[in-house]
């Protein structure tokens, strides 16, 4: 992730009310998998709290998560529990969505499902009174991390 990128990122996600931790190191990632739960593997959903997967990429334009389908489970972590916790390689930052829809990475992800999530579900009524959490998630949480670091946490996973 380039300077440029992080800067718009922290400016999308302050509009969208979502949560961005960058992690840098071994106990960065501990603590913020420590806030989760011990033992969590993703995709997971953790008494019905806490849904955890491991994101295909982020698009820095609009502070947006991908998900494919590729990872069984993932969708039903991202949107059934209260709060949604994303790790996402460092590597996996698109500036724009033509820009990750141009990439070799999209070809291989498409399958049978891929899911944008930007911000915490939220709506309004008639009112305009907004309510978070009502189709989804309240708090949406992303860490991002060097590729090289995910790999070394979830040496199973195809990250």
Not at 55 to 80: K, N, Q, V, Y
Not at 112 to 120: C, N, Q
Request: proline share 6%; aromatic share 6%; glycine share 10%.
């Amino acid at each position: 992730m380039n300077p440029a990128q992080a800067k718009l990122l922290a400016e999308r996600f302050e509009e969208s009310s979502t949560e961005w931790r960058r992690l840098r190191d071994h106990e960065q990632l501990r603590a913020f998998l420590g806030e989760l739960g011990l033992g969590l593997k993703p995709p997971a959903v953790h008494e019905g709290e806490k849904g955890f997967t491991l994101a295909d990429g982020l698009i820095a334009e609009t502070g947006t998560l991908i998900l494919s389908g590729r990872r069984p489970g993932s969708r039903r972590a991202a949107f059934l529990a209260e709060e949604h916790w994303a790790l996402v390689s460092e590597e996996c930052v698109y500036e724009t969505l033509g820009h990750f829809l141009e990439s070799e990475p999209w070809r291989e992800l498409a399958g049978p499902a891929l899911t944008l999530i930007t911000g915490p579900s939220r709506t309004a009524d008639i009112e305009k009174i907004l309510v978070l959490g009502a189709h989804g998630p309240r708090r949406l949480v992303i860490g991002s991390a060097p590729a090289w670091l995910l790999a070394a946490a979830f040496p199973e996973e195809a990250l």
